[in-house]
């Protein structure tokens, strides 16, 4: 199995080298079949290759070797699926951001509406690192479910300041006005350091990583240099992603262990390990062991309607259904997860998860086929749009499409995104009705005289 493994981890570094080749570094994020691959493959080949080697499984002692091998062909025939149908929509956002530098005035209006974004989300941050340092940050990590129950609202909406950032550091790049780009560069350095230390204080891993992803991102898609083939100066630059890369793992380890050092001091015999690190964010595959050799019931559905109705507060709708996280962890030890009790835990499903909670193995085939053609579809129409900020949510888009969506529960991923659309949604409004009216006010000038 270690063997099959290490062939299919082989291929993906191959398909990538490949691109690189080809495009440079920027073919990463240029096409996102590209970054979902290698996410793909860290949460499907890699973990459970290291959970292998390692012996280590959170949920039971060992999976039968047949139903290891079953798990990594499901998902490896419903990505590959995925790819095919999503290939068909050809896009190429190194392209989309090629003809729209150098619009000045309106990614000056950009930055002025996103300071603006950017200070409700400090506010927000600012709020919730006062509860967690008022009750102490040991005391909040030992619980942060119960303490972050009925404050999802407040939590989502703190995620704007990286968001902020994303957008601020993107107008940096797309300016050629020393004045705007300053402005820009200003406001990315502030937002990007409040979310770092927000995000380490509350121990959210997570968040750091998508920081970090869309914020490289929009670096690496703005760099002309990055997207020509593959040369000694990209060599060199490869060079500085690896250490930054060894920075942020670094961080995200430390994090994690500061995290279980609470287990730890209940467990003697645990150790910390870097497999159990990995395996806290993104070791989602042995879900589908435990679901293939453990009787449960096909959901139907419900994790996704959770995942929907999850702005509607509990208190109106007492029997709303809960989310794909909690639903797998009472599946695992009944009675882990109870409505309004203390000392919950939920665990982080993922997108082949919950195909296979929902429908089944069948599903975990048939559907990429239908995510593929949405997202493909959706991403290619926003790329058509004359506003920048359209082309910057359509970049975020596929980045959360081909990261977040294959590691998340769908009720986080969703209602993450659907509060993260908001910030770029308001722009546009307000830009394009900025626009609008300036072409009005012309013509009527034009009349006129």
Known sequence: MIILLAILLIFVLGFTAYFIIQRGVGAIYSNPLVLATLFFAIIHLLLPLMQINADYYRYQEEYSTITILISIILVVVGQLIYMVFFSRFKLDYYQVFKDVKGRNRELNRIININILIFLVGAYFAYNNLSGILSIGVTEYLRDRISHGQGKGIQILFAHWTYLSAFIFIFCYFLSTKKKIKRKALFFTIISTALSITYYTLNSNRNSIFTML????????????????????????????????????????????????????????????????????????????????????????????????????????????????????????????????????????????????????????????????????????RLNRSKYIIVRITSFFTAIMFATMFYYAEFLGFYSRFFISLIPFLLIYFLTSIRLKLKKTNTKLNTISS
């Not at 003697?268 to 690190?277: D, G, H, I, N, P």
């Not at 062991?289 to 419900?302: D, T, V």
């Open 213 to 380: 992803l869309i914020i490289g991102g929009a670096w690496i898609i703005n760099n002309r240099m990055l997207n020509t083939k593959l040369s000694k100066k990209q060599a060199k630059i490869i060079g500085s992603i690896f250490l930054a890369l060894i920075f942020a793992f670094t961080l995200f380890f430390n994090i994690g262990k500061e995290r279980y050092a609470l287990y730890a001091s209940r467990h003697k015999e645990f150790e910390y390990s870097l497999v159990k690190s990995l395996n806290g964010a993104f070791g989602n595959h042995e879900n589908i062991l435990w679901l293939l050799e453990n009787k449960h019931e096909k959901l139907w559905g419900q994790t996704y309607v959770a995942g929907f109705t999850n702005p509607i507060p509990r208190s109106l709708w007492p029997n709303k259904p809960l989310g794909a996280g909690p639903k797998l962890k009472n599946m695992i030890d009944p009675g882990s997860y109870v409505i309004g009790g203390e000392r919950n835990s939920s665990l982080t499903t993922g997108y082949f998860t919950e195909l296979q909670m929902n429908y089944g193995v069948v599903g975990m085939i048939i559907f990429p086929v239908a995510i593929a053609i949405f997202v493909g579809f959706l991403l290619r």
